[in-house]
């Protein structure tokens, strides 16, 4: 049987719904000793801001049942660097290349895109309005709907590229949100981003992290991802790429079946940064036993 | 960087709560430099997650060995792989000692499981400098001196050798330090390596120290590492590809 793996986001074609989530890739070359990228769907960088972001101060991550907490506050290198010494070592792949942006004010979402937009190894955006360990730009941005409607027809306006709004799932009803991004432009929404969480240390009694709180990752937030994509997929029409614990190709499968047009692998790669590639293998698999031909008739499949 | 699957060879416990785990993996133990250090995913199962980091212990031929004591649930199920199963390791990761340089003496200062480096450190620089240990614990239960030369040891408790700290002893011996042409490799607790750092500027002391943080990937892509640069204001180092090993000048500790 041919299967045909590709998925499509809004104008963006894909060879396999297999995406690797930002800030779990940096910009691509560690991560390219393991799997070949040339196999994979897209990769999205780690969040971009204008100028350089240092990060939240040590320590950053701590392991909590089945997920893990990190707190890295959107440490880059900021767009400048990026065109000038990632894109060099990107543009050798032939693999979509997404540009993830995280920003403190809506100007400087709009200055981040118009400039990177210019670059054609850039192939779409990602739009970070929901990183859990920033204020401005992440909690305030990502828990406000007027915002998310202001992000996403500013950036609309500065790129004729596909643009992806990735939501926080610390919100009440995710669907409104991906309801505003859809009417003002976007061509996709990504969900989830990580769920806010703390750990302290019994001991000491202060907190694991320096930051206090930080963003859940990991099979322990699966459930809550695919209930989220499972939202958006019943109320609005807009392709989800899903995101949240996926560990193998049967996790993919059921975010695909609730509701996700394409997935990202995020944690997974700090684990087992080879997986992403015997994902793709493995999906395979699946469609020649269940006689998928097409692996996008897998989204929204649900039977209720 | 290699990701393979090791069969344990044995799994020893050397001293009171302390293992020593034996594995075959001629990839990696050929390349491995002293201070280098491996990322192991303990088990296949979703909890515990993420790998842990251990540095290498000592090589020998296609062995490696990893040192640790049962901190939690992942080192639980390390101490207990039985022979014959495997586990699955990535490295060598990270930069390793600077072995070189015009010194005569190495001196190792180490405190708990700071050892684990320096058997292999050991190992390799034997007959080329020579090598002095200074070995610090809490009480005699905590200092590890396996696989170690010319050791000199300290208890806070005083239940073995010196009564006081690493430092203490390093001050204590001053003269001696000071009569040969030294370079200090350290690996310890951050009480000791804060005091150890004000010891090697006050003397003058060239030293590099090998840091420890909790990390997810080991190989940079997590970023979660982080350690404060004297040097570099405007980012963090990361522990994991920057170091694990760093000149104790050049971060904040």
New interface residues.
């Given amino acids: 049987m041919n299967i045909d793996l590709s998925v499509k986001i809004g104008s963006l074609t894909l060879r396999n719904p297999i995406m690797l989530a930002s800030g779990t890739v940096g910009y691509g070359n560690e991560i390219s000793e393991f799997t070949d990228l040339n196999k994979l769907g897209a990769i999205v960088t780690k969040s971009l801001s204008l100028k350089p972001r240092k990060g939240n101060p040590p320590q950053r991550i701590t392991e909590t049942p089945a997920g893990m907490l990190n707190a890295i506050g959107l440490a880059n290198v900021g767009v400048e660097v990026f065109l000038k010494e990632k894109i060099p070592f990107l543009k050798k792949f032939d693999v979509p290349l997404v540009c993830n942006i995280a920003a403190s004010t809506i100007e400087e979402y709009v200055e981040c895109t118009r400039t990177l937009t210019r670059e054609e190894t850039i192939k779409a955006f990602e739009i970070n309005i929901s990183c859990p360990n920033v204020r401005e730009g992440g909690l305030i941005f990502g828990n406000d709907l007027n915002a998310v409607a202001k992000i996403t027809d500013k950036v609309r306006s500065a790129t004729d590229k596909p643009i992806i709004i990735k939501l926080s799932p610390n919100v009440s009803y995710i669907a409104t949100f991906a309801k505003a991004a859809k009417e003002n432009g976007a061509d996709a929404v990504s969900a989830i981003n990580t769920l806010v969480g703390t750990a302290f240390n019994i001991i000491t009694r202060k907190p694991k992290l320096q930051n206090v709180t930080g963003g859940l990752s990991g099979p322990a937030i699966k459930p809550v991802a695919i209930a989220k994509v499972l939202e958006i997929s019943r109320e609005v029409d807009i392709p989800i790429i899903g995101i949240g614990g996926i560990m193998d190709w049967k996790d993919v499968i059921e975010f695909m079946i609730a509701g996700s047009s394409a997935v990202q692998i995020g944690t997974l790669n700090f684990i087992d940064p080879s997986a992403p590639g015997k994902i793709v293998k493995d999906l395979e698999g699946y469609c020649e036993k269940m006689s998928v031909e097409k692996i996008s008739s897998l989204t929204a499949s649900y039977i209720l | ?1 290699f ?1 393979l699957n090791a069969p344990v060879e044995e799994t020893i416990e050397i001293d009171n709560r302390i293992y020593l785990l034996k594995v075959n993996a001629l990839e990696i133990s050929s390349i491995i430099k002293p201070g280098q250090f491996l990322n192991v ?1 303990v088990s296949e199962r ?6 842990r980091p251990f540095s290498v212990c000592d090589v020998d031929g296609e062995h490696l060995y990893l040192m640790f004591n049962i901190m939690g649930e992942g080192t639980n199920i390390l101490a207990h792989k039985p022979k014959g199963s495997e586990i ?1 390791i990535l490295g060598p990761l990270g930069n390793g000692f600077n072995l070189g340089g015009d010194y005569k003496t190495a001196v190792i200062v180490a405190g708990g499981l700071g050892a684990a480096p320096f058997p292999y450190f050991t190992r390799t620089l034997t007959g080329k400098k020579d090598i002095l240990s200074f070995i610090g614990g809490r009480s005699k239960d905590d200092v590890i001196t396996y696989n170690l030369k010319n050791v000199k040891e300290a208890t806070e408790d005083g239940s073995r050798g010196f009564k006081g700290n690493v430092v203490q002893l390093l001050e204590k011996n001053i003269e001696l330090l000071k009569s040969k042409k030294i370079k200090i490799f350290a690996c310890g607790p951050t009480p000791m390596l804060r005091a150890l750092k004000s010891f090697c500027i006050k003397n003058e002391f060239d030293c590099e120290v090998s840091t420890e ?5 080991g ?10 640069s004297i040097t570099e204001q ?3 180092l990361l522990v994991c590809k920057d170091g694990p090993v760093f000149n104790i000048k050049d971060v904040v500790i």
Avoid at chain 2, 213 to 217: I, K, L, N
Avoid at chain 2, 219 to 228: A, H, L, P, T, V
């Fill in positions: 960087m990701i995913r979703v909890s515990p997650l993420l790998r699955d943080c909790a990390m997810a990937c190989f940079g892509i997590c970023q979660g590492c982080s350690i404060e405007e980012k963090y």
